[in-house]
């Protein structure tokens, strides 16, 4: 059974069992797609709004790419998840003979490699979402201004979750190439998301006495 077919309780019994899967990984993928599922209701609650007429068919432009991030994002959930148990199943292979400990070395290496490209695809989805999420708090819906700002939360978290998940990795990893290559991909992402969500929180609060 995947983990996205499960109902909540089913899946936060699963995470607090004594399992190391599914755990942050797969909780990063899953908390910044809420955030873009929030996005997608604040499109929902500004399209057909009289007031909102002048950005429609932007707000209809961007639902469609906030459920496309939706989809993928919780996608990752599970292959988060998969990409553990690949690894895992690495570290079980014999390590009797000299042969069989560079086999056994070289398949945890790979599976890690594979392992830590999952949570940078998250980083980059938090990416595109954390832009969504701006407009619409800025353009959407006043009466779900909260809920644009939630979204930019759940991003951001999923994000700096899914950046601890790369260095992890990284951490057990031999190439210096690839180490070098993703450290930095994962800080500039990490980085632009920072600041973007900044902005959405700095402007939501911004709409409210004190």
């Not at 398949?107 to 949570?119: F, S």
């Amino acid at each position: 059974m995947s983990l996205v077919s499960k109902t909540i309780n089913e899946f936060n019994l699963e995470l607090a069992s004594t399992s190391p899967a599914p755990g942050g990984g797969s909780v990063s993928a899953l908390a910044a797609s809420m955030g873009a599922s929030l996005i997608s209701m604040v499109c929902q609650l500004t399209i057909g709004k009289k007031k909102y007429a002048a950005v429609e068919e932007e707000m209809k432009a961007i639902h469609r790419q906030s459920e496309e991030l939706r989809a993928q994002l919780t996608a990752r959930i599970d292959k988060d998840t998969d990409a553990f148990n690949v690894v895992m199943s690495a570290f079980g292979l014999p390590k009797g003979t000299d042969e069989e400990k560079q086999k056994r070395d070289q398949a945890i290496e790979e599976a890690t490699k594979k392992a830590t490209l999952v949570p940078l695809e998250v980083m980059r989805l938090c990416r595109d979402a954390i832009a969504l999420s701006e407009t619409v708090a800025v353009k959407g819906n006043a009466n779900a201004l909260s809920d644009a700002g939630v979204s930019a939360l759940m991003i951001r978290s999923g994000c700096r979750g899914a950046y601890y998940n790369v260095k992890i990795n990284l951490a057990s990893l031999k190439d210096t190439a690839f180490i070098a290559e993703k450290n930095a991909e994962a800080a500039a992402l990490l980085r632009a998301v920072d600041e973007k969500s900044d902005a959405v929180l700095a402007h939501v609060e911004s709409q409210w006495k004190s």
